[in-house]
């Protein structure tokens, strides 16, 4: 019997989003703007995950700051939490009436490999916050197993779905861990053990 539902957050619950203005807003606030680090910075992004395993105030200032090559202050990832608020989808009541929906019938909660602060943040502009009980994936990421088999709380594997976009980090490595899967993609080659949707509006047929 499944009892928690594991959502994934870019992508997932939040779609066709892009990060350009938040990072330009930020660059421009903190007076390091200039078309190289924009793009510097935002093909860096995914970078950060192939050197650490957890995300940390520290080691990100750090991180893009040598990207960048000037020191980051620490208010830096104030300015950019502010500009990252912003971005979302224009319109969510969708998700807000399925995520509703779910959360009668299911405890639903977040893993998602960014800072909690941040995605909470977005969430809540969203006004669908309040459905995730608890977050995961600031103190361990994805695809690191701790940080699966924190997000299953209390319950086995096998009572929980998680639900995402990514084939890898989503899908592939919770199989073997014994997780239950949904994938949201358009692709109608994966033959993997996993249920496939096109939109999250699908989960309140199949949940």
């Given at each position: 019997?499944?009892?928690?539902?594991?959502?994934?957050?870019?992508?997932t619950?939040?779609?066709?989003?892009?990060f350009?203005?938040?990072?330009?807003?930020?660059?421009?606030?903190t007076?390091?703007?200039?078309?190289?680090?924009?793009?510097?910075?935002?093909?860096?992004?995914?970078?950060?995950?192939?050197?650490?395993?957890?995300?940390?105030?520290?080691s990100?200032?750090?991180?893009?700051?040598?990207k960048?090559?000037?020191?980051l202050e620490s208010?830096?990832?104030?300015?950019?939490?502010k500009?990252?608020?912003?971005?979302?989808?224009n319109?969510?009541?969708?998700?807000?009436?399925?995520?509703?929906?779910?959360?009668?019938?299911?405890?639903?909660?977040?893993?998602?490999?960014?800072?909690?602060?941040?995605?909470?943040?977005?969430?809540?502009?969203?006004?669908?916050?309040?459905?995730?009980?608890?977050?995961?994936?600031?103190?361990?990421?994805?695809?690191?197993?701790?940080?699966?088999?924190?997000?299953?709380?209390?319950y086995?594997?096998s009572?929980?779905?998680?639900?995402g976009?990514?084939?890898?980090?989503?899908?592939?490595?919770?199989?073997k861990?014994?997780?239950?899967?949904?994938?949201?993609?358009d692709?109608?080659?994966?033959?993997?053990?996993t249920?496939?949707?096109?939109?999250?509006?699908?989960?309140?047929?199949?949940?």
């Amino acid at each position: 019997m499944i009892k928690r539902l594991i959502f994934d957050i870019d992508g997932t619950i939040i779609r066709n989003v892009q990060f350009k203005d938040a990072v330009s807003q930020t660059l421009k606030e903190t007076g390091i703007y200039s078309y190289r680090n924009l793009e510097i910075f935002l093909n860096s992004i995914k970078d950060y995950e192939k050197y650490y395993d957890n995300y940390n105030i520290k080691s990100y200032l750090d991180f893009f700051g040598n990207k960048l090559g000037v020191e980051l202050e620490s208010n830096f990832i104030k300015i950019f939490f502010k500009h990252l608020k912003k971005a979302i989808p224009n319109n969510s009541n969708e998700v807000k009436e399925v995520l509703q929906y779910l959360s009668l019938k299911y405890e639903l909660v977040l893993l998602s490999n960014y800072f909690e602060k941040s995605q909470r943040n977005r969430l809540e502009k969203m006004g669908i916050n309040k459905y995730f009980k608890e977050y995961y994936g600031e103190d361990k990421i994805k695809p690191y197993n701790e940080s699966y088999l924190s997000a299953k709380g209390v319950y086995k594997p096998s009572e929980c779905i998680i639900i995402g976009d990514d084939l890898e980090l989503d899908i592939k490595k919770p199989l073997k861990l014994g997780f239950k899967t949904i994938l949201l993609t358009d692709r109608e080659d994966i033959l993997l053990d996993t249920i496939k949707i096109k939109d999250i509006k699908e989960l309140k047929k199949i949940l």
